[in-house]
């Protein structure tokens, strides 16, 4: 998730609006993997999280060094979840939007890697 927000800053005037979604897809995960938001299908999140893998790996079908054009798959692919997943990905929205501040907040924070095992644990 860390790489996938790096990449995204890196990339930030080439993404565009997608950004916005792409911020979503990562707090959901956050969300999910924290225990805090369970309502989502496991196809569902094994889709976001395939498609956030694809955006973060460098050899894919467009590389990303390709000028101009090497994104195209990438947004392609998060284009794809966010239109197939697009009812669970608006209910976690919505649930989202009726968190306190603080939870909304720790959401856009990414978990190191001790906190996640604190927390799978």
């Known amino acids: 998730m860390l790489a996938v927000t790096r990449k995204s800053a890196k990339q930030s005037g080439r993404l565009g609006a997608v950004k916005d979604d792409l911020q979503v897809l990562l707090a959901l995960c956050v ?19 395939a498609g956030l893998v694809y955006f973060l790996t460098p050899v894919d079908a467009i590389p990303d060094w390709v000028l101009g054009v090497g994104l195209i798959d990438d947004l392609g692919v998060l284009a ?42």
């Open 31 to 49: 969300a999910r993997l924290r225990g805090q938001y369970r309502d989502i299908s496991p196809k569902a999140l094994l889709s976001i999280v």
């Open 80 to 121: 794809w979840v966010l239109k197939t997943w697009s009812a669970e990905i608006d209910a976690f929205r919505h649930w989202r939007e009726a968190q306190t501040p603080e939870v909304s907040a720790s959401l856009e924070r990414i978990p190191v890697r001790e906190e996640v095992i604190d927390e799978v644990l």
